[in-house]
Every structure is written in structure tokens, then in C-alpha cells.
């Protein structure tokens, strides 16, 4: 490929590389108010409720008449970096600031439909966000050039429908329509790439040459794109004993051609300099070209069980295994058949989660949860988002107004995310001098620090079902 090509592949690829690297981190979790009270424990088990039908489409055919469940959640995350000596392109100090929380609030929402059709089947449909992820920090901290803006909004719509075999077993099955949508920004350290390549122009005046890592020489590099693709789900119920419910569902991975473009624009102040050079630099901007990055949604597996004590009593278990090892690289394909591989090297996860509900009287049911999440990502550490094993717990309750048929959820959960060290180098700036002079180099700034990050979530929900 030509050298602007592959110059143009390396922003791309340390933009997205980056994101992809935290996929772990943005899996959406947040399903339901009633789950959330639970952390998800028992979820493929349940049967009683609209919205067991995203973990396990068999649980529709416990359904007795129409039902509806709608939930909003809002989370409030903590993302903070403290500097431990990172460095510049070429190793001097970076510049910025080095204190910085890329968290953002958000809002995530979801909502579930599931009615009976005789006594052996029943359907459903459900709208939620499985995958998703927003941060941002000043233009001005240090990790600009590793990350500047992520954010990242997979929805779902999903019909599925249920069978009966017996009394105690049913199965269901469910095809998914998944529309993703990305935009990615990263500052480009253009005062290292300037004072590399007129650097080596002879006799050209030192005192013009731009300052490496200088925020006001920096460029800025934007990716956007987005792609409809379909996947399907299945699952298994089955009530071995009176009160005793067991349950399986499973997700298809789901792959994504994002189709988009990179614009890469100078900043003010980078604008003013190349505007006063007597030389052009061999890369002209703003620069827009159009391309496309393979993603793909993981397979995954619910696994769930429940176990009613007397008449107020449950006790719910849950495992949700992912299949994060299918996520080995991304292909960025750009013009002229320019293409980029960037090796990924995850693990498979497991979430383990446990539940408790006591319901007190027919108005009011209180219920507790925990959850053990691992991490992925091992080895490639990002500050995109939080990236490490977590611990949640969770406090909920329903409020069942007296002769109606709606339920009032509410849940709070808060994550305790382990500290992390981050020592994270960027390619693209030494990628992008290779390109364009043909010398190899060891150019690109290092992240070094430390995260601490948790978050909290609030969950509000209505559920209603109509008398059979």
C-alpha cells in the first residue's frame, strides 16, 4: 500500500485497537429492575416475568397472561488516573494534565413484551442495550493521544417464542436484530511528527521546528461507523420439583462491518503553524476517507437457578459464560485495498452471581444480590474504560399497589472495581513517521499510571400482567 494509505491505517488502528481492547469493560449488564435487585442471579430460571426472556426465550412459556416490563438505569462512574511517570513521543516528560476521570454519567434502558397464545406456546419481544460504553476526558491530559472520546451503542431488538413440551419442560428460541453504532477519538501528536520529518530538511531553522507532544501542534483523529447485523438466541427451561426451577439460554455471536469514515482535523494552533511553514509537510489536513472495522458481539451462555423456601422465600443462582476468546483480532479495511491486522489475545469470562427475594406481603417483595465479574482482557490494559474483575452488590425492592396488576421496581447497585496499573505505549505516532519518511523509529508516547474507578447504578422499573 502507498505510504499516505498506511499512514492513514496506523490513526485508524490506534483508535480502534484502543477501544476494542476494553470490550470487556462496556458489556451492559444493567436488564431489568427486578435483575438488577438480583445481579442477574437465577435470571435464565425465572419464568414469572416479561423480561426472563433476554436471558432465556423457554421462560416466555411460564407466561399465564400478557406482560410488560420497562426499566431505566442510570450510572454514575468513577474513572479516575493518577500519573506514574508517563513520557512523551520521544521520552521526555508528557505534557497535560496528569489527574484526570474519564467517567461520564449514563443512562441505559430496556423493555420486554410476552403474551400467551394457547397453552403450548408463547411469544415475546424485547428492546434493550447489551453493549455500550461513553468516555471522554480534557482535551489537554497526557493520554490524549491514547484516548480522548469513546462512545459506543449496540441495540437489540428481539423476537422470540416459547413451547410447553410438558408441564415442567419448555423451550424457546429467538432471532436478534443488533444495530451498532461507534465513535472513537484520539489526539495525533503532530509536533512529533513535524519535528521529525523537517528535522531532517537541511538547514531548516531549529527555531521553527514544533515542540513533540505539545497539545497545541496536536491534531485530532475521528472515527465513526455503524452496521445492522443478526444473530440468534435458544434455551431450555425445565422444573424438575415444585419450586425448583433450572434454566439455560444462549446468545450467538453477532458480527459487525462497521462502516464509516476517519476525518483527521488540525487544532487551532496546529492550523496557524503549518499555515507560517516555507515547506509543506508530505501530509495534508483535514483529511477524509471513508472505511470499515470487523466487530463482533460475543457468544454467551446463562445459566440459572431458583429454589423457593416456604411461601416467602427464593433463593436464585446464576453463571454467565463469554466467549471473549472468539475476539482474536480487528481488520480495518481502507481505499485502494489498504488493510490493517491487529492481533487481539483475550480470555473466555465468567460472571458468578447469587440472590436472595423475600417477599413480606403481596405489596411488598425486598430481594439482595452479588456478582463476581472477571475481566477479559488479562494483559492489554487501555484507558478507554475500567477494565478489571469487579464485585457488585445490590439492594432492591417492589411495591405491588394494592388490586392492580402494576409492580414498581426499584434496585441499587454499587461496583467495586479492582485498582489497576496501566502502562499502555501508543503505535500509531511511530507507525505514522515510518510511513511517511521510511526510517523505523521508536516514536510514540507511554502511559503510565494507575486507575481506580467504581460506579453506581440506579434502577427504576413498572411491570404489569393482566389477569389470565
Not at 514544533?210 to 447485523?229: K, N, W
Given at each position: 500500500m502507498g505510504r499516505r494509505h498506511l499512514s492513514i491505517a496506523a490513526l485508524v488502528a490506534g483508535i480502534v485497537w484502543s477501544a476494542g481492547a476494553s470490550a470487556g469493560g462496556f458489556q451492559v449488564t444493567e436488564l431489568c429492575t427486578r435483575c438488577q435487585g438480583l445481579r442477574n442471579a437465577g435470571g435464565a430460571a425465572m419464568n414469572d416475568h416479561a423480561a426472563g426472556q433476554y436471558f432465556n426465550p423457554a421462560s416466555l412459556a411460564g407466561l399465564e397472561a400478557p406482560a410488560f416490563d420497562l426499566s431505566g438505569h442510570y450510572i454514575d462512574g468513577s474513572f479516575k488516573f493518577k500519573d506514574r511517570g508517563s513520557t512523551g513521543a520521544f521520552g521526555q516528560p508528557a505534557v497535560g494534565s496528569g489527574s484526570e476521570d474519564g467517567a461520564e454519567p449514563a443512562a441505559v434502558g430496556a423493555m420486554y413484551y410476552g403474551q400467551p397464545i394457547n397453552d403450548r406456546w408463547s411469544w415475546g419481544a424485547s428492546v434493550n442495550i447489551p453493549y455500550g460504553l461513553e468516555t471522554g476526558y480534557n482535551r489537554g491530559w497526557m493520554g490524549r493521544y491514547h484516548a480522548d472520546r469513546s462512545e459506543l451503542m449496540i441495540v437489540q431488538l428481539n423476537p422470540s417464542i416459547a413451547f410447553n413440551v410438558t408441564d415442567r419442560f419448555s423451550i424457546g428460541a429467538g432471532w436478534v436484530i443488533e444495530y451498532a453504532e461507534a465513535t472513537l477519538t484520539n489526539a495525533v501528536d503532530f509536533g512529533a511528527v513535524g519535528a521529525a520529518i523537517l528535522g531532517q530538511i537541511p538547514n531548516?531553522?531549529?527555531?521553527?521546528?514544533?515542540?513533540?507532544?505539545?497539545?497545541?501542534?496536536?491534531?485530532?483523529?475521528?472515527?465513526?461507523?455503524?452496521?445492522?447485523?443478526?444473530?440468534?438466541?435458544?434455551?431450555?427451561?425445565?422444573?424438575?420439583?415444585?419450586?425448583?426451577?433450572?434454566g439455560v439460554g444462549y446468545r450467538s455471536k453477532i458480527e459487525h462491518r462497521l462502516d464509516g469514515s476517519l476525518r483527521i482535523g488540525p487544532s487551532d494552533g496546529l492550523r496557524d503553524y503549518l499555515d507560517g511553514l516555507p515547506v509543506e509537510l508530505p501530509v495534508a489536513l483535514p483529511l477524509d476517507v471513508g472505511g470499515t472495522a470487523d466487530v463482533d458481539s460475543p457468544t454467551s451462555v446463562w445459566l440459572g437457578a431458583t429454589q423457593k423456601f416456604g411461601e416467602r422465600w427464593t433463593v436464585a443462582l446464576g453463571a454467565t459464560w463469554t466467549e471473549w476468546s472468539s475476539f482474536d483480532e480487528i481488520v480495518i479495511e481502507l481505499p485502494e485495498d489498504a488493510e490493517i491486522v491487529q492481533p487481539e489475545d483475550w480470555d473466555d469470562s465468567w460472571r458468578y452471581s447469587a440472590g436472595v427475594e423475600f417477599e413480606l406481603n403481596q405489596q411488598w417483595t425486598f430481594r439482595a444480590g452479588y456478582e463476581y465479574d472477571e475481566t477479559p482482557a488479562q494483559d492489554v490494559l487501555t484507558p478507554r474504560v475500567p477494565d478489571a474483575d469487579r464485585d457488585w452488590l445490590a439492594l432492591g425492592f417492589t411495591w405491588k399497589p394494592f388490586a392492580s396488576p402494576l409492580a414498581v421496581d426499584f434496585a441499587y447497585s454499587h461496583i467495586f472495581i479492582d485498582d489497576y496499573n496501566i502502562n499502555d505505549r501508543e503505535p500509531f505516532t511511530s507507525d505514522l513517521l515510518e510511513s511517511l519518511t521510511g526510517i523505523e523509529n521508536d516514536a510514540g508516547s507511554t502511559l503510565t499510571g494507575e486507575y481506580e474507578a467504581d460506579a453506581d447504578i440506579f434502577s427504576l422499573g413498572i411491570r404489569w400482567e393482566l389477569a389470565p
Open positions: 531548516f531553522p531549529p527555531a521553527l521546528l514544533p515542540t513533540p507532544s505539545d497539545p497545541q501542534f496536536d491534531a485530532y483523529a475521528r472515527v465513526r461507523g455503524d452496521d445492522v447485523s443478526f444473530g440468534y438466541t435458544a434455551g431450555l427451561h425445565w422444573e424438575p420439583l415444585d419450586g425448583t426451577k433450572l
